[in-house]
């Protein structure tokens, strides 16, 4: 159960996932009995006397109630002790990067997320942040792209989308063995000037855990520092809404991370986060079905004779399927997500043939709601990797992605073999 001393925070014990899912950070509310938390839509609190906050509430953009349940609902969810939650996906992964400085360096993982790579490639790195790209399930090759001035250690798994699945824990080993070749950050030292007075002494692991959601993969009790989730996807799960997370179960780590959102400012608004707590309730039967039903259409796809080549972790053909069996559970048990890729034989225009006439899957980026949608990620969502790199990552011209959604499983294969008939 969360940390967080809210005093809605009112389950007496410890509990199971679906339960958490349900009740974490939610009690009823004090002034009516409502039984769900209300909309708070305000931007300021009244103050008794000046100065005087109640529960430390003194205007919308540092705390709201409805976001103050949501990231004490996360945060039990991931196994932390602290949630934040904020404007986008991306604007959370913004307030980690604030947390360097200058000549500071980060480790990513090859493929993350075109965004993720955009805002570190496009931003961070005119403002002195270096960054190395490595093949996080080649252990040696995270080793190598470590420097004394590492202080970010950021992986997605699995990853998108090519659905690497990296081992977390073998990550953080590395990280701790390293941990004695640091040298100190340079620029402003000034104990005492707030939380950002002094910079990371250490390197920091970051898990993207967007793809699994927390119903399959806490990294936290795998050795990360910061779960991250574009909540846009699984966490929201109903494709009405752009927002991000981040939970922690370290203290100072929280404290910096809190002060960098409010000075920074990319808070959600109060209907989004309402939105968000009605959609974690019903997380953990969603991942379920999401998972099945992309675990029989990745084997069938596998068995279709105009697909060269699946890649899904529950596929024992995929060449990390041991670990992800490891890694990633669902309560109810094996879960390897809602995402698959596949390539289509024949390249680019088979592949736009079966884009075009799909009529269930809809033709759309983005990912994690209860509709199947598809996409294309040379054309679409990894256009802006240079053609070299989209080559080095195995994203051929014939690669489609799936994400799944929860309808009748027998409609999403008719749907897939209608469209990949013969032109
Ligand atoms: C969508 C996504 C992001 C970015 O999140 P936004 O909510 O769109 O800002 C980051 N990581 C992954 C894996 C994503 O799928």
Redesign the pocket.
């Known amino acids: 159960m969360s940390a967080n001393s809210d005093p809605r925070d009112a389950s007496p014990r410890e509990m199971r996932f679906a339960t958490d899912c349900i009740h974490a950070g939610q009690a009823p509310d004090p002034s009516t009995g409502a039984i769900m938390t209300p909309v708070y839509m305000t931007s300021t609190y009244v103050q008794p006397s000046p100065g005087v906050f109640k529960d430390g509430y003194d205007y919308a953009r540092s705390k709201n109630p409805t976001r103050t349940a949501l990231e004490s609902n996360l945060a039990a969810l991931e196994k932390g002790a602290h949630g934040l939650v904020f404007s986008?996906?991306?604007?959370?992964?913004d307030c980690i990067l604030h947390q360097l400085r200058a000549g500071d360096h980060a480790v990513l993982s090859d493929d993350?997320?075109g965004?993720?790579f955009r805002q570190i490639d496009k931003v961070f790195r005119h403002l002195g942040i270096e960054t190395t790209r490595a093949d996080m399930t080649d252990l040696e090759a995270i080793e190598a792209a470590f420097t004394p001035r590492t202080r970010l250690v950021w992986l997605?798994t699995p990853?998108?989308p090519m659905l690497k699945v990296i081992d977390i824990r073998a990550v953080r080993g590395i990280i701790d063995r390293k941990a004695d070749s640091t040298t100190p950050s340079q620029g402003l030292r000034e104990p005492g000037a707030g939380p950002l007075g002094t910079p990371l002494e250490r390197s920091i692991l970051v898990v993207?855990n967007?793809?699994a959601s927390p119903a399959l993969q806490n990294p936290l009790s795998l050795g990360a520092d910061v779960v991250?989730?574009?909540?846009?996807?699984y966490i929201g799960g109903h494709s009405d809404l752009?927002?991000?997370a981040l939970v922690t179960r370290d203290d100072s780590l929280a404290a910096r991370l809190r002060y960098t959102q409010n000075a920074v400012g990319a808070v959600p608004g109060a209907m989004d986060c309402f939105l968000m707590l009605r959609s974690t309730k019903t997380l953990h039967v969603r991942m379920q079905r999401h998972c099945e039903n992309a675990l029989e259409i990745a084997r069938w796809l596998e068995g279709h004779p105009a697909i060269e080549r699946v890649i899904y972790p529950g596929l024992e053909s995929h060449p990390r399927h041991a670990l992800a069996a490891r890694q990633m559970r669902g309560p109810w048990g094996e879960g390897f997500g809602g995402m698959i890729s596949c390539v289509v034989k024949g390249g680019l225009e088979p592949a736009r043939r079966l884009l075009e006439r799909v009529r269930l899957f809809s033709l759309a980026e983005?990912?994690?709601g209860v509709e199947s949608l598809i996409e294309h990620p040379a054309i679409m969502t990894h256009a802006s990797l240079p053609p070299q790199a989209r080559a080095a990552l195995g994203i051929a011209d014939g690669l489609v992605r799936l994400s799944v959604g929860i309808e009748d499983v027998r409609d999403l294969i008719e749907d897939l073999d209608a469209a990949l008939q013969p032109a």
């Open positions: 986008s996906g991306l604007a959370a992964m993350v997320y965004g993720t997605e990853s998108n993207d967007t793809f991250m989730h574009s909540c846009t996807k752009v927002a991000g983005s990912l994690g």
